[in-house]
């Protein structure tokens, strides 16, 4: 149990995040956003705002800053003021740049902008007659994909030859990150060097994405981000306010600091797809799935810039079928874009599959536990790789005897006036990782310093690093001093996709060996402590000839400050030999009023099978926010928009999200089973998969007390009224 390196610094104040930095001769840039759906910007009258006090610079299409669109890993990121369409309500269209905050967004409202409005389609319903096949996934899996037995003509075909057969549709609301942490940034220019302090999930990544949107070296932009107030997926790519910033900057010559309202944030960042899901499950008489059929759609932008990959989250991976047809399509609509978010994919796709297993469970008067352990895969369909390490099973198991399982009834029980349930569902999330290189750095005083380009979103890595610093060194992790959010280091891949601490951490422990070489090379050098000496290394000393030295002291002795080495490390062979991911039990008991129809989740229990865990305690944080999220997703959030493409609850007063009042106790409970085979630490990534399944062990523990199936998110009182 380790406690965060960074928590005191982050409860007393002291850690600075990006809009934290004010510098000499800093001014401020406010943004303006479009207040139509969809249409072209015909004139922007600025004169007003140009002349407003301590007004310096006002930016539009029709006076842009020089940026254009840049391609990284993560495909081409937009840049505002590039030409006049608008796509949605809230697009930044403008950037009033002022002495004072107070003068920029004064100036800002005196912005007169005259739109030429088309016609635009705001609801996913109004879409769904114009709806795409989505393109290929980033695996280049295509849109549709279908499995068969020999003999089998058609998923149709196989599902009306199947005894038991459950098909419904599904639907999820669109989501908004809501990080703690505004986007934000500073940027400064000193001699052709952009510095930008701005929340990110991986510094080079920005960097990256600001020299190609300016068209400067990477080696001209430096991106800085000790801390990060929540990303989640939201700040992956370079948000409008760091391009705004950086690009005035340079224009001005002076430091720029912008950051979006709260009000801003919901509709000048991407958040999470709308879904619709349509499930058709066909068994025998004892479980078995004979035929899968899930077929999505999703909302994404006008540009179709992301697809949220439900049927490809879910189908191939979760159960073994004989029959398997999956697709995916997409409807562009006039609305802020969407983006990856805390499980895209598997988040809104389990709740349809895992609703769909209750349903059939149900039909089947079958335990559901029972029915996932009858159709339990040693493989995902379509790829002859066994997962590496799988206990789901077990899962099971632990988290139904922990949580009682055994008490519940097919229809609930009563409590007084309150109806109560038990649900459960499935969590799957794959285990990845990206290249890294991580340097380590000895010094003299007998401290190391771990440093890569990463970042800890609130994530814990910092900590991790910390902690497998200590472990590849042999040293206590106090006497490692762990370094992350700067794209000088070593590029370190992304707080991406439940990927850190496999990716760093293998990285770690090849520069940690290295490292190790070399000091000895240097101990047993001629004229150094241990000259002509066969030396070995253990607890952070050089031994050999019957002595010990610890590796500060004999830096010191031949007059060195300090010993570094990096270690690189990339997904390679293993990926060729097994398929890797993570798996979970989640179980959840609720209390619905009788005569308020409140729905309350009074227990929930999550069971992982997520290799090894380095930090427990902050695993257990970083589960526990999943587990959290997956009650939002239920029970509070959604994004609503007018027909007009404005947000109608675009604030922290109307879009719901839980508070301590909503959240009861939380039991996470990890089982140990270190894979080895996905990468050297034997991590697999807890990032994403406390989220996966929630949603549906709530809807399925209110089908329980209720008799009521709910199949939407979030749920709401009007959905189980009765009569
Ligand atoms: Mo995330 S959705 O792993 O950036």
């Known amino acids: 149990m380790t406690s965060r390196v960074d928590a005191p610094l982050k409860v007393t104040g002291e850690a600075r995040?990006?809009?934290?930095?004010?510098?000499?001769?800093?001014?401020?840039?406010y943004l303006v956003l479009s207040t139509i759906a969809h249409g072209r910007i015909e004139a922007m009258d600025v004169t007003a705002a140009k002349s407003a006090p301590g007004v310096i610079g006002v930016y539009s299409p029709f006076d842009p800053l020089a940026l254009r669109r840049p391609t990284s890993l993560i495909g081409e990121t937009w840049v505002p003021l590039q030409d006049n369409e608008v796509a949605y309500y809230g697009q930044p269209i403008g950037f009033v740049v002022a002495e004072t905050f107070e003068q920029a967004r004064d100036a800002a409202m005196l912005v007169e902008v005259t739109y030429h409005a088309l016609p635009a389609v705001t609801s996913l319903q109004d879409g769904l007659a114009t709806a795409e096949d989505a393109p290929p996934t980033f695996d280049g899996s295509p849109s549709t994909q279908e499995f068969l037995a020999p003999g089998v003509e058609s998923i149709d075909d196989a599902l009306a030859a199947s005894p038991v057969v459950v098909e419904a549709t599904y639907s999820t609301a669109p989501q908004n990150h809501a990080a703690m942490e505004p986007h934000s940034a500073v940027a400064v220019w000193n001699d052709g060097v952009l510095t930008v302090h701005s929340g990110n999930q991986g510094s080079n990544l920005q960097a990256a994405e600001l020299a190609g949107a300016l068209e400067i070296d990477p080696e001209q932009v430096r991106a800085v981000n000790p801390f990060v107030g929540g990303a989640f997926g939201g700040k992956g790519r370079t948000s409008a306010p760091a391009f705004l910033a950086a690009a005035a900057a340079r224009a001005l010559g002076r430091p720029v600091k912008a950051a979006l309202t709260r009000e801003q944030v919901f509709t000048a960042t991407a958040g999470r797809a709308a879904t619709v899901q349509k499930l058709a499950l066909g068994a025998d008489e004892q479980g078995t799935l004979i035929a899968l059929r899930h077929d999505s759609l999703c909302s994404t932008a006008m540009d179709r810039s992301f697809v949220e990959p439900t049927s490809h989250g879910t189908a191939r991976e979760y159960y073994a079928t004989q029959n398997l047809a999956l697709s995916q399509k997409i409807v562009p609509l006039n609305l802020p874009p969407t983006t990856f978010m805390r499980a895209p994919g598997e988040a809104p796709g389990s709740f349809a599959l895992e609703s769909a297993m209750d349903e059939l469970a149900v039909a089947l008067r079958m335990d559901p536990i029972e029915l996932r352990l009858r159709n339990n895969s040693t493989a995902p369909i379509g790829k002859n790789l066994q997962w590496s390490s799988k206990h789901l099973d077990e899962c099971f198991r632990v988290g139904a005897a922990r949580f009682g399982w055994a008490q519940r009834t097919p229809h609930g029980r009563v409590d007084g006036d309150w109806l109560v349930g038990m649900g459960m569902a499935s969590a799957l999330f794959p285990a990845l990782r990206f290249p890294a290189t991580v340097e380590i750095v000895l010094r003299a005083d007998g401290t190391a310093v771990v440093s890569t380009s990463g970042t800890d979103p609130g994530t814990g890595l910092l900590t991790v690093l910390s902690l497998i610093g200590g472990e590849s060194l042999d040293i206590p992790p106090d006497r490692v001093t762990p370094r992350l959010g700067d794209s000088a280091y070593p590029s370190g891949g992304m707080s991406a996709g439940s990927t850190a601490t496999a990716s760093a951490g293998t990285a770690i422990m090849i520069a940690a060996a290295q490292l190790i070489d070399d000091l000895l090379a240097l101990a047993s050098a001629p004229g150094a402590p241990f000259d002509g000496v066969e030396v070995s290394y253990a607890e952070g000393c050089v031994v050999g000839d019957g002595r010990s030295m610890p590796f500060g002291e004999l830096l010191r002795a031949v007059d060195r400050e300090?010993?570094?080495?990096?270690?690189?490390?990339?997904?390679?062979e293993e990926l060729t030999k097994h398929s890797f991911s993570s798996f979970g039990a989640q179980f959840c008991e609720v209390r619905v009023h009788r005569w308020t129809r409140e729905v309350r989740v009074s227990r929930l229990l999550g069971v992982f099978d997520a290799g090894r865990i380095i930090n427990e305690k902050a695993a257990r944080g970083q589960i526990s926010g999943g587990m959290i999220w997956g009650v939002s997703a239920a029970l509070h959030e959604n994004l609503e928009f007018e027909a007009n493409g404005?947000?109608?609850?675009?604030?922290?007063?109307?879009?719901?999200i839980p508070v301590n009042a909503d959240i009861p106790e939380i039991d996470a409970e990890f089982l140990r089973y270190p894979d080895t085979l996905h990468n050297a630490v034997g991590a697999r990534g807890i990032g994403e998969i406390g989220i996966v399944g929630v949603a549906a062990a709530i809807a399925n523990a209110v089908y329980n007390a209720t008799g009521i199936r709910v199949r939407h998110i979030p749920i709401t009182i009007e959905d189980l009224l009765v009569d």
């Open 17 to 29: 995040y990006g809009a934290d930095h004010t510098l000499p001769g800093m001014v401020y840039g």
């Open 562 to 572: 300090s010993l570094s080495a990096t270690g690189s490390s990339a997904p390679g």
């Open 646 to 656: 404005r947000p109608a609850n675009g604030d922290f007063a109307g879009y719901l």
